[in-house]
């Protein structure tokens, strides 16, 4: 149980085009949902939480007009890179929970984004 | 969130105990302790987690200090399948954001 799905794991797109990541709670409602950044050989920061239904609250340092979340239903939330650029290439990962349940955080398997 | 510290990497033998430790000496009272596992290229695996009882389930346990400041992950026998980033993480159950550290790096050699 507490599957989370991720897709797509992996996207290589142009400089200037804008990229939607879709992230799934497959067997449980996600009231909550979270977004992480991976740089190579770096821990994962977190960029933002979403709970369902409400604006996203991002980390300090997160552009939130760059990274735009929605999190419409309990199973689904979306993160999109707009204008992304080569910085913006990165290991992308979201986590989703159920607080209603004391639930912890599961995580997907991430996506993989280059930007040229 | 109280900040955590742990070593930057272990080795263990194939079959023995893995003991993972973490100092979390400014946690406070409503913080838990959550254990997760990292395997290259993929999402963190959820591993165990606990308030100031020690727990155990299928993969380990997680062993607190009386006065909560440290805690130990106890893989009981290891596998080469176990190796991996090893994040140990304080934070309260509500909001739940997890600000991870840099965790440790356990190889378990054949």
């Known amino acids: 149980g507490a599957v989370v799905s991720q897709h797509p794991s992996w996207v290589i797109c142009k400089s200037g085009t804008s990229v939607k990541i879709e992230c799934r709670s497959l067997?449980?409602?996600?009231?909550?949902m979270f977004w992480y950044r991976q740089f190579p050989k770096q821990s994962l920061m977190l960029m933002a939480t979403?709970?369902?239904?409400?604006?996203?609250?991002?980390e300090q340092g997160v552009e939130k007009d760059k990274f735009l979340i929605n999190h419409a239903s309990l199973t689904l939330s979306t993160l999109t890179v707009t204008s992304a650029h080569p910085e913006d290439s990165s290991f992308y990962i979201c986590?989703?929970?159920?607080?209603?349940?004391?639930?912890?955080?599961?995580f997907g398997d991430g996506t993989r984004l280059s930007i040229l | 969130d109280a900040k955590t510290t742990q070593p930057t990497s272990m080795d263990c033998a194939e079959g023995r105990a893995a003991n993972l430790p973490c100092n979390h000496s400014?946690?406070?009272?409503?913080?838990?302790v959550y254990w997760y596992r990292q395997i290259h290229s993929q999402g963190p695996q959820y591993i165990i987690h606990g308030l100031k009882n020690n727990e155990t389930n299928e993969m380990a346990s997680l062993i607190i200090t009386e006065d909560r400041k440290s805690s130990t992950l106890i893989l009981p026998h290891a596998t080469l399948r176990d190796t991996a980033v090893y994040y140990c993480i304080a934070t309260r159950n509500t909001g739940n954001q997890f600000y991870f550290g840099t965790g440790t790096s356990l190889t378990v050699i054949p």
């Open positions: 400014t946690i406070s009272g409503n913080e838990y």
């Open positions: 979403s709970n369902e239904g409400s604006k996203a609250t991002y």
């Open positions: 067997d449980f409602q996600a009231t909550t």
């Open positions: 986590s989703a929970r159920d607080t209603r349940y004391n639930q912890p955080q599961h």
